[in-house]
């Protein structure tokens, strides 16, 4: 994977969404910049949810708070114990459980992207 890019301009609907897994106590969230890599997606933001019960939260504050920011999604996949994805079309947001993203290994597939170092606020 590419190194971490410290001057990449994040928008504030990624921002957003990193705040709200954050709050709901997602791991291992991680965001990709796909803008020079892919033609049609810009970012991915990856967070892994220790249960069921958990990926639905995580679904429901992403939803909640891109709502609060006027943006709806294109559509939702979903729900399933393993892996939902939310795409806001040039953005998709991957919520998986630990062992779908260690065998999907989104991040190993998407290697030539640049991984951003988010800071919750």
């Known amino acids: 994977m590419?190194?971490?890019?410290?001057?990449?301009?994040?928008?504030?609907?990624?921002?957003?969404?990193v705040d709200a897994l954050d709050d709901k106590r997602a791991k291992d969230?991680?965001?990709?910049?796909?803008?020079?890599?892919?033609?049609?997606l810009d970012w991915f933001v990856?967070?892994?949810?220790e249960s069921n019960l958990q990926l639905q939260a995580l679904e429901e504050a992403v939803?909640?708070?891109l709502k609060?920011?006027?943006?709806r999604p294109r559509g939702v996949e979903?729900?399933?114990?393993r892996w939902?994805?939310?795409?806001y079309g040039e953005l998709v947001v991957h919520l998986m459980s630990p062992e779908?993203?260690?065998?999907?290994?989104?991040?190993?597939l998407w290697a030539d992207a640049d991984r951003l170092d988010v800071t919750p606020r």
């Open 63 to 65: 939803l909640e708070r």
């Open 68 to 71: 609060g920011m006027g943006r």
């Open 84 to 87: 939902l994805l939310i795409d």
């Open 78 to 81: 979903g729900p399933s114990q």
């Open 29 to 40: 969230i991680a965001v990709l910049d796909l803008s020079g890599v892919s033609e049609s």
């Open 46 to 49: 990856l967070a892994t949810g």
């Open 100 to 108: 779908a993203r260690a065998f999907y290994d989104l991040e190993g």
């Open 2 to 17: 590419s190194d971490t890019s410290p001057t990449a301009v994040v928008p504030d609907e990624v921002q957003a969404i």
